[in-house]
């Protein structure tokens, strides 16, 4: 090697070098930025969730507080088939674009909501039409009927509340949507306390957290309007080009709903309804924990805008960070479930929910674990790979969820959930080729 080749590899390692500590730091003060809004955003909503949830255990029997839980739980699962994969899609197509100056984002913006208006248009119909059959013959329940119907109706508000929050996150503003979000709780404190006072039992519960959605929607749309009207602008892509390629997120998340919400639907299969406000309770805990420690629920746009070997390198930074910090805050959690519940909940949602809590625990950093390791599969468009992992774990969570919760109750949804999503990620580790692992496995 001459000189003039040695300076030459010389300047261009000065390059990588200063691009990968440029890098670094901007992945630093963006990821820190995005996860401290949304770190704010979750407490504010899990907070307001933990005060209402304490507020109505008292103000509600436990069949009537169940049956509150029956519908918003209905409601979120079926949130996938009003969805159709558009959120993830967006998440991952949008930062895209806008870091290319791709001027067609807003294309793919106006298509992907109307496709999810659609969706969540002919679910809702779905259930109202099916509410009869799934009320007797599902569900075993003839009184949950109406519910069921209602629950649609919230479906079709959370679907497009739901695209409007992915959008903010695709665009790296949850500064913006914090202030949303803000509003939005203010209202369904007030909301649901006014019409539960008023005596309209659960129903009021129900009316008043879909009137904060309508509230949430119309600061959101105000936002983007003021702020980013041009992803607002132009002609929609078609509903048939958009579905093409979200069709392949929404099997995703068909398998991801099943693994995450399975449980607490096959409670109110096999067990009287007010078990389903028993397990309500366990779920709102681990997912407040889940939320405010939001670490995958931001990364897919961060992952999105690189490639290669600084790809791998992002991920790494994240994943062994956040294994550590959410298993050590599952074994706390674990250790303290039954003070934790006979502290702020009536004696017997303590007493018939502190073991499922202490395993349902464990669910927050093998949930982050692996949703970390499959939107690197999204990134790296293994649909494949991330459809049947996802779909094999889900397919456990299901069949132990039969097999456990008529044996053992809570504590076998609970477990069924943990253990499947080992499963998922026992599989992800064993494809160890992928390297982002690192050597370590």
Same mark, same amino acid.
């Given at each position: 090697?001459?000189?003039? &080749?040695?300076?030459?590899?010389?300047?261009?390692?000065?390059?990588?070098?200063?691009?990968?500590?440029?890098?670094?730091?901007?992945?630093?003060?963006?990821?820190?930025?995005?996860?401290?809004?949304?770190?704010?955003?979750?407490?504010?909503?899990?907070?307001?969730?933990?005060?209402? @949830?304490?507020?109505?255990?008292?103000?509600?029997?436990?069949?009537?507080?169940?049956?509150?839980?029956?519908?918003?739980?209905?409601?979120?699962?079926?949130?996938?088939?009003?969805?159709?994969?558009?959120?993830?899609?967006?998440?991952?197509?949008?930062?895209?674009?806008? #870091?290319?100056?791709? &001027?067609?984002?807003?294309?793919?913006?106006?298509?992907?909501?109307?496709?999810?208006?659609?969706?969540?248009?002919?679910?809702?119909?779905?259930?109202?039409?099916?509410?009869?059959?799934?009320?007797?013959?599902?569900?075993?329940?003839?009184?949950?009927?109406?519910?069921?119907?209602?629950?649609?109706?919230?479906?079709?508000?959370?679907?497009?509340?739901?695209?409007?929050?992915?959008?903010?996150?695709?665009?790296?503003?949850?500064?913006?949507?914090?202030?949303?979000?803000?509003?939005?709780?203010?209202?369904?404190?007030?909301?649901?306390?006014?019409?539960?006072?008023?005596?309209?039992?659960?129903?009021?519960?129900?009316?008043?957290?879909?009137?904060?959605?309508? !509230?949430?929607?119309?600061?959101?749309?105000?936002?983007?309007? +003021?702020?980013?009207?041009?992803?607002?602008?132009?002609?929609?892509?078609?509903?048939?080009?958009?579905?093409?390629?979200?069709?392949?997120?929404?099997?995703?998340?068909?398998?991801?709903?099943?693994?995450?919400?399975?449980?607490?639907?096959?409670?109110?299969?096999?067990?009287?309804?007010?078990?389903?406000?028993?397990?309500?309770?366990?779920?709102?805990? !681990?997912?407040?924990?889940?939320?405010?420690?939001?670490?995958?629920?931001?990364?897919?746009?961060?992952?999105? &805008?690189?490639?290669? &070997?600084?790809?791998?390198?992002?991920?790494?930074?994240?994943?062994?960070?956040?294994?550590?910090?959410?298993? !050590?805050?599952?074994?706390?959690?674990?250790?303290?479930?039954?003070?934790?519940?006979?502290?702020?909940?009536?004696?017997?949602?303590?007493?018939?929910?502190?073991?499922?809590?202490?395993?349902?625990?464990? !669910?927050?950093?093998?949930?982050? #674990?692996? +949703?970390?390791?499959?939107?690197?599969?999204?990134?790296?468009?293994?649909?494949?790979?991330?459809?049947? @992992?996802?779909?094999?774990?889900?397919?456990?969570?299901?069949?132990?969820?039969?097999?456990?919760?008529?044996?053992?109750?809570?504590?076998?949804?609970?477990?069924?959930?943990?253990?499947?999503?080992?499963?998922?990620?026992?599989?992800?580790?064993?494809?160890?080729?992928?390297?982002?692992?690192?050597?370590?496995?």
């Amino acid at each position: 090697m001459n000189v003039e &080749e040695l300076y030459a590899d010389k300047f261009v390692s000065w390059v990588i070098d200063k691009f990968e500590k440029m890098d670094s730091s901007y992945l630093a003060r963006q990821f820190v930025k995005n996860l401290s809004f949304r770190i704010f955003s979750n407490i504010l909503t899990k907070g307001v969730s933990f005060l209402l @949830i304490m507020w109505l255990t008292r103000e509600l029997s436990p069949d009537d507080f169940g049956l509150y839980s029956f519908a918003i739980s209905l409601a979120g699962f079926f949130v996938v088939f009003g969805n159709l994969g558009v959120t993830v899609a967006l998440l991952k197509v949008v930062p895209e674009k806008l #870091a290319q100056g791709d &001027e067609g984002v807003a294309s793919w913006v106006l298509g992907g909501l109307k496709l999810m208006t659609i969706g969540s248009l002919v679910s809702f119909l779905f259930l109202s039409l099916a509410s009869p059959f799934l009320a007797l013959y599902v569900f075993g329940k003839p009184f949950v009927q109406p519910v069921i119907v209602l629950a649609g109706g919230f479906l079709f508000l959370m679907v497009i509340s739901g695209f409007f929050d992915s959008l903010f996150i695709a665009i790296k503003r949850n500064d913006l949507c914090f202030c949303s979000v803000i509003v939005k709780e203010v209202s369904r404190v007030l909301f649901i306390v006014l019409l539960v006072s008023a005596g309209l039992s659960f129903f009021g519960a129900l009316y008043g957290y879909i009137l904060s959605f309508f !509230v949430f929607l119309l600061v959101a749309l105000s936002l983007f309007l +003021w702020k980013y009207a041009f992803l607002f602008k132009g002609k929609s892509l078609s509903v048939h080009k958009v579905f093409s390629y979200s069709k392949w997120f929404m099997a995703l998340g068909v398998f991801t709903t099943i693994l995450a919400m399975m449980d607490i639907l096959m409670i109110s299969i096999f067990m009287p309804i007010r078990y389903t406000g028993y397990y309500t309770v366990v779920v709102s805990i !681990v997912s407040a924990l889940m939320l405010l420690i939001p670490i995958s629920r931001i990364t897919l746009p961060f992952f999105s &805008e690189v490639s290669g &070997e600084h790809l791998e390198s992002r991920f790494r930074k994240i994943f062994y960070p956040t294994v550590v910090i959410t298993f !050590v805050v599952a074994v706390v959690l674990a250790v303290t479930s039954k003070p934790l519940l006979a502290f702020f909940y009536p004696v017997e949602y303590a007493e018939n929910a502190w073991i499922a809590l202490s395993v349902l625990a464990f !669910v927050v950093p093998v949930r982050n #674990a692996f +949703w970390l390791s499959v939107q690197r599969l999204i990134v790296l468009g293994k649909i494949r790979d991330q459809l049947w @992992i996802t779909g094999l774990a889900a397919f456990v969570n299901l069949v132990l969820n039969v097999l456990f919760i008529p044996l053992f109750g809570l504590p076998g949804a609970a477990f069924a959930t943990v253990l499947s999503l080992v499963v998922g990620f026992g599989l992800v580790i064993q494809r160890g080729r992928w390297g982002w692992l690192g050597d370590s496995f």
